[in-house]
Nanobody, 122 residues
Framework: QVQLVESGGGLVQAGGSLRLSCAASGLTFSSYAMGWFRQAPGKAREFVAAISWNGGSTYYADSVKGRFTISRDNAKRTVYLQMNSLKPEDTAVYYC???????????????WGQGTQVTVSS
């Protein structure tokens, strides 16, 4: 049974930083591309960042480019999202996801975590 468990969310002031983690089990982690999506209240789930199976390629939404960094540790079966210079518009539930292809769309991914709340106050 595949499990993706996110952690590290919370409340932070604008301009602050958070680091999200996603621990994976039940899959061959090093074979999967990993991604982060987010969903704000009343809005569709949107792509944030993705990383290839070996970390050699990364992709970011324009809205987070230069502020967020995705990384992975295959030995620890964990993917990270370092979020700096946070803005109120970054407030959302952040979801970790795994798939065989490194994509920017929901359909690129097969497995999803339960999400972690990130709230940025102004």
């Amino acid at each position: 049974q595949v499990q993706l468990v996110e952690s590290g969310g919370g409340l932070v002031q604008a301009g602050g930083s958070l680091r999200l983690s996603c621990a994976a089990s039940g899959l061959t982690f090093s074979s999967y591309a990993m991604g982060w999506f987010r969903q704000a209240p009343g809005k569709a789930r949107e792509f944030v960042a993705a990383i290839s199976w070996n970390g050699g390629s990364t992709y970011y939404a324009d809205s987070v480019k230069g502020r967020f960094t995705i990384s992975r540790d295959n030995a620890k079966r964990t993917v990270y999202l370092q979020m700096n210079s946070l803005k109120p518009e970054d407030t959302a539930v952040y979801y970790c996801t795994a798939g065989y292809r490194t994509g920017t769309t929901l359909r690129s991914y097969d497995y999803w975590g339960q999400g972690t709340q990130v709230t940025v106050s102004s």
